[in-house]
Nanobody
């Protein structure tokens, strides 16, 4: 398994932007498809975005499509989530995760939590109105 550490969460005003980072340990990061999820206390963890191991394929939840961008830099063992036009409803703990399967560009709607075997500790994003 790969170890993941997220960073970049903060308090931001509505309409603002943040970039989350997820640094992976180990030399096999480039072989994992990666995802971002978010969770509000008392609710289930939900899918936000996913990216293939090469970065060629991406997939987004409808709620963030057009506002968020997932990317990766395999040379730096890092995945990113660029979040623009943030809304108060984006407030959550954001988790990055490494998939334990290959989607090869064919993503279920949405990719389930159970498809991801390694998780970071999460980073808090709070959007004020």
């Amino acid at each position: 398994q790969v170890q993941l550490v997220e960073s970049g969460g903060a308090l931001v005003q509505a309409g603002g932007s943040l970039r989350l980072s997820c640094v992976a340990s180990g030399r096999t990061f480039s072989t994992y498809e990666m995802g971002w999820f978010r969770q509000v206390p008392g609710k289930e963890r939900v899918f936000v975005a996913a990216i293939s191991y090469s970065g060629e394929s991406t997939y987004y939840a409808d709620s963030v499509k057009g506002r968020f961008t997932i990317s990766r830099d395999n040379a730096k063992n890092t995945a990113y989530l660029q979040m623009n036009s943030l809304k108060p409803e984006d407030t959550a703990i954001y988790y990055c995760a490494a998939a334990n399967r290959y989607y090869r560009g064919h993503y279920p709607d949405p990719p389930p939590v159970s498809d991801f075997g390694s998780w970071g500790q999460g980073t808090q994003v709070t959007v004020s109105s």
